[in-house]
Nanobody
């Protein structure tokens, strides 16, 4: 079993930045792809960004390209999401997930999921 705990969410003004972290425990996730997703009130969960197990591949949703950066530190069993130039429409609960297959992550799946962290962007 893998437990995932997200942190770093909060309230920020439009144009500001936040850095989300997702720490894994229970087993090493260095061989897992990892991803970030979000769900806004009344909307379906959507893919935000994904990173392969060794970090060689990264994929972003069009709406975050150029603003968000996903990275990972396998020594710390952690994946990060640096969010810059935040917009009110980025307001959502952000979740991380891991899966052994990169393609599964970018299609919105995952073997394990965190509980989420709230990001609120004020205008």
């Amino acid at each position: 079993q893998v437990q995932l705990v997200e942190s770093g969410g909060g309230l920020v003004q439009a144009g500001g930045s936040l850095r989300l972290s997702c720490a894994a425990s229970g087993r090493t996730v260095s061989n897992y792809a990892m991803g970030w997703f979000r769900q806004a009130p009344g909307k379906e969960r959507e893919f935000v960004a994904g990173i392969s197990s060794v970090g060689g591949r990264r994929l972003y949703a069009d709406f975050v390209k150029g603003r968000f950066t996903i990275s990972r530190d396998n020594a710390k069993n952690t994946v990060y999401l640096q969010m810059n130039s935040l917009k009110p429409e980025d307001t959502a609960v952000y979740y991380c997930a891991v899966d052994q297959i990169f393609g599964t992550v970018v299609r919105g799946g995952g073997d394990y999921w965190g509980q989420g962290t709230q990001v609120t962007v004020s205008s």
